[in-house]
Structure formats: C-alpha cells, structure tokens
C-alpha cells in the first residue's frame, strides 16, 4: 500500500491504494501559509480515521500543480511515514509516451490521469478531469498523449460571474427541471449544468472527428460526478483515476531504481 498526493490548485486529494484496492480518498483545502508539520498532522489524522499505521505503508509519491506546496507536501508525507516519497517531475519515470510541442510544459496532473486511464480503460481515450480548471487530455490508438484542451473550471467561473456582476448571484450547483430558465438561478444553473454538458459532448465530438475513431471518455474530479451523467455521450466516472495514476508511476519508479541497483552491484563485482 502506499501514500498517494495529488496537490491542486483548490483541493489536495489524499488516498491510500494498492493493486487489490482503494483504501480511501479525501480532499483537504489548498492552503499555501500552511506549514509542512501542519499538512503532516492533517495526514496523519487522516489516516487514523481510516485505521492506516504508517508501518502498513510501503512508500509515498505526490503530484503537484501548485510548485511553491510540492516539496513542502512531500516533506509532510515522509514525517509521516518515513520512508521515500517520490515527486512526479523530472528524473521521475512515468512510462508516457508524449507527442506535444514541448512535454516539459505537460502538467503532472495530467500526465498521472493519462498512466492511470491508459491502465484501466481501452484506447483511445478522452480524459476529462473537471477542477479549477477543466482539462480535457487525448490519448491515441498507439498509447500516445497527442494534446488536450484547458478552460476555466465551472466554479471558478461561476465565483467570477458573480464577482463580476452586480445583480447575478451564488448559486449551487444544481440541475434545474428545464433548460429554458424561467427566473434568474434557474437560468445560472441551466447554463452551468447543461451549458457545461453541452460543451463537453462537442469537444468530445470535435476530437473523436479528429481522431476517426470513437473513444473511451473517462472523466474525474468532483465536479465531474455532477456533471457527467448530463452528458450526452457515454462517460464513464472515475474518482479514483489520480490515485492508479499515481500508483503506477511509483511502481515503475521502485522497479527503475532496483534494476539500476543491480546493475551497480552486478559491475562493482567484476
């Protein structure tokens, strides 16, 4: 079993996984003046409730957008657990063949949910991944990340909208009975839950076009739930995808660092 982190920008989702199961996943909030004993104290209670001793935990591995939190998050996970946490970044091997302008610019959230969508579902796949931001990531019939799309998250948008105008208000995220709004929320929650559908059934639509063939579409996230099952397109929902993402790259990471062991041991004896 090991320790999987994936820092986002609003949430860091926390969970526990190996090859037999998901033990738990759990979202904390975001906060950049949180210090590394305080993300490690919420880890540990984290873990308690879930009856988790750091002694059944092999190892550590965490995925960050947020760069001024990913050593401070990785440092917190190994307080806890005391043994190797690895960051997904350069040196870290991830197995994904990436055909973009420039793969370094490829955010690790990303490239976690590719090696965990490539693990579970049939190619190709469409990744949808609905946060702060919304990120729609390809992977080809070859197994090969050819390019996605990033927009604004639905409640970041919604926060913007209200901040930004004088009479539209909060609201919370529910599917009105008609898309054709009659009063104000109504007609906010129309265009954010079905506007949001409509918008990810054509860009599925414009990217199955492009691939010429149709896709496995597999989307995560919180927001995701929500917003999938509006869909017109058979979107499977999958919360668990960062962490089989994640787990995968630890894997090939421990079995990259004990070949490279052996090789060592092999050439000092001769």
Known sequence: ?????????????????????????????????????????????????????????????????????????????????????????????????????????????????????????????IIIDMGTATSISVINQKGEYIGGVIMPGLNSALNHLAVRTSQLPKISLEAPEHAIGKNTIACMQSGAVYGTASMLDGMVERMEEELGVTATVVSTGKIAKFISPYCQHKILYDDTLMLKGLLSIYEKNCRYNNTEKSTIRKGDLS
């Open 1 to 125: 079993m090991i320790l999987a982190i994936n820092v986002g920008n609003t949430n860091v989702t926390v969970g526990c996984i190996d090859r037999k199961k998901t033990y738990f996943i759990e979202r904390i909030s975001t906060q950049l003046n949180k210090t590394e004993l305080e993300y490690a104290i919420t880890l540990k209670n984290i873990m308690e409730i879930y009856h988790i001793s750091p002694k059944d935990i092999d190892g550590g591995i965490v995925s960050s957008v947020v760069p001024p939190l990913s050593e401070t998050i990785r440092q917190s996970a190994f307080k806890i657990i005391q043994k190797k946490v690895h960051l997904v970044g350069p040196g870290v091997k991830n197995g994904l063949n990436i055909h973009i302008d420039n793969p370094a610019q490829l955010g690790s959230n990303m490239v976690v949910n590719a090696v965990g969508a490539m693990e579970s579902y049939p190619l190709p796949i």
